[in-house]
């Protein structure tokens, strides 16, 4: 495992820390991958959960010029619709020292350029990405063996439009990855996915290397 990745990853199993901690830890991430390879990719997701950590972000004395930010997923909106999670990033996070960081939509993002870093939120029932609980057995959005891949959905989630998202053979490759988890009820759908509950945030935490993020408010 590269050097600069050892900050943040899990070490074969899921590790929990608090909100407090991940702006520094994040922060000393990007800087240890710029050091030792001289760029960084970053896959973000929406919601509200992380926007406190990428407004925190965007002040980060970083090298942001080698940074490159895309979406983990996105609603197949307009840039500037209200929904978008492009937009949601472009004000939290590509603004201040961040603003000198290059995004690519997810929909120009190659599905063999495996990003460095991910953040990943959780709705309450249980989906990431846009990984929704509908589109568990159907075809390779959930296998962890499948080839990586970014793919367009039907309409799905709150509000409800048509989607691109990372399938879960690209998310599982990504080498750190954080799992965001706010607030009492998405805390208890955490703890039954981690009782073993079938819903798609239990396939990502199947699988050893994630990171979560949990407090309750």
Not at 3 to 17: D, E, I, L, V
Not at 89 to 94: F, S, V
Not at 133 to 152: E, H, N, R, Y
Not at 193 to 204: E, H, I, K, S, Y
Request: net charge negative; proline share 5%.
């Amino acid at each position: 495992m590269m050097p600069c990745y050892q900050g943040m990853t899990a070490n074969g199993s899921t590790r929990k820390m608090r909100r407090m901690n991940l702006v520094e830890r994040m922060t000393a991430v990007i800087d240890a991958c710029l050091t030792h390879k001289g760029e960084v990719s970053i896959a973000l997701s929406g919601g509200s959960s992380p926007q406190g950590l990428y407004q925190a972000l965007s002040e980060a004395d970083l090298n942001w010029s080698q940074v490159t930010v895309t979406l983990i997923d996105d609603r197949l909106v307009d840039a500037d619709h209200k929904d978008s999670n492009q937009r949601m990033i472009a004000e939290t996070l590509l603004r201040n020292r961040a603003a000198a960081a290059e995004f690519i939509p997810l929909q120009d993002w190659q599905d063999d350029r495996i990003p460095d870093i991910a953040v990943l939120g959780m709705g309450l029932d249980g989906h990431i990405a846009s990984l929704f609980p509908s589109m568990l057995g159907q075809g390779d959005a959930f296998d962890p063996t499948a080839k990586p891949a970014i793919i367009t959905t039907g309409p799905e989630g709150n509000p409800r439009h048509e989607r691109i998202t990372m399938t879960l053979a690209m998310i599982l490759e990504i080498p750190v990855r954080v799992l965001m988890v706010f607030g009492d009820e998405k805390m208890a759908v955490l703890e039954a996915a981690q009782a073993g509950a079938d819903m798609p945030v239990t396939r990502l935490l199947a699988q050893d290397g994630t990171s979560i993020v949990t407090e309750r408010v």
